[in-house]
Nanobody, 115 residues
Framework: QVQLVESGGGLVQAGGSLRLSCAVSGYIFSANTMAWYRQAPEKQREMVATITSSGSTAYADSVKGRFAISRDNAKNTVYLQMNSLKAEDTAVYYC?????????WGQGTQVTVSS
């Protein structure tokens, strides 16, 4: 059974930082692209950052230069370091594993940025 468990969300003031973690079990983590998405109230889910099995990264324009995605294959964990947070970063953040034929999702972690 594939499980993705996010942690690290919370309430932070604008300009602050948070680090999200996503621990994966039940799948060959190291061979797959991982991603972070977010969904704000009444908005569609959007991709925030991706990282391939070889470590190549991509970011949404809205977070470039502020967020950094990384992975630790020994720990089956992907991270999202979020710096210079803004009120508009407030959302539920989800990690996703890009599997063969389907994606797997975590349950989400709330990030709230107060202005």
């Amino acid at each position: 059974q594939v499980q993705l468990v996010e942690s690290g969300g919370g309430l932070v003031q604008a300009g602050g930082s948070l680090r999200l973690s996503c621990a994966v079990s039940g799948y060959i983590f190291s061979a797959n692209t991982m991603a972070w998405y977010r969904q704000a109230p009444e908005k569609q889910r959007e991709m925030v950052a991706t990282i391939t099995s070889s470590g190549s990264t991509a970011y949404a324009d809205s977070v470039k230069g502020r967020f950094a995605i990384s992975r630790d294959n020994a720990k089956n964990t992907v991270y999202l370091q979020m710096n210079s947070l803004k009120a508009e970063d407030t959302a539920v953040y989800y990690c996703a594993l890009k599997g063969v034929g389907r994606d797997y999702w975590g349950q989400g972690t709330q990030v709230t940025v107060s202005s």
